[in-house]
Nanobody, 117 residues
Framework: QVRLVESGGGLVQAGGSLRLSCVGS????????MGWFRQAPGKEREFVAA????????YNAGSVKGRFTISRDNAKNTVYLQMNNLKPEDTAVYYC??????????WGQGTQVTVSS
């Protein structure tokens, strides 16, 4: 089974930076899309960013474009989310996700990111 484990969440001041990591296991991820979603209390889960396991294609939500950068290290089966200039509205549980093509069918347990004013 595919397993995704996130780490790197925590408490940070507004304007600060944080890097999330997602380590995948259980299969090779060729042909997969890897991504990050987030969910704040009382709100629906929303898309943040995604990257194809092979190639250079990346996708970003408009709310984080220019501040967040998704990247990967295929040798380590790891996807990263570099978050800069964090804002209080970025506070949420961040989830790593993966799936074939553009379908996310595997999810991590989530890591909490809290941004103070």
């Amino acid at each position: 089974q595919v397993r995704l484990v996130e780490s790197g969440g925590g408490l940070v001041q507004a304007g600060g930076s944080l890097r999330l990591s997602c380590v995948g296991s259980g299969r090779t991820f060729t042909g997969y899309i890897m991504g990050w979603f987030r969910q704040a209390p009382g709100k629906e889960r929303e898309f943040v960013a995604a990257i194809m396991w092979t190639g250079d294609s990346t996708y970003n939500a408009g709310s984080v474009k220019g501040r967040f950068t998704i990247s990967r290290d295929n040798a380590k089966n790891t996807v990263y989310l570099q978050m800069n200039n964090l804002k209080p509205e970025d506070t949420a549980v961040y989830y790593c996700a993966a799936g074939p093509h553009t379908t996310f069918d595997s999810w991590g347990q989530g890591t909490q990111v809290t941004v103070s004013s």
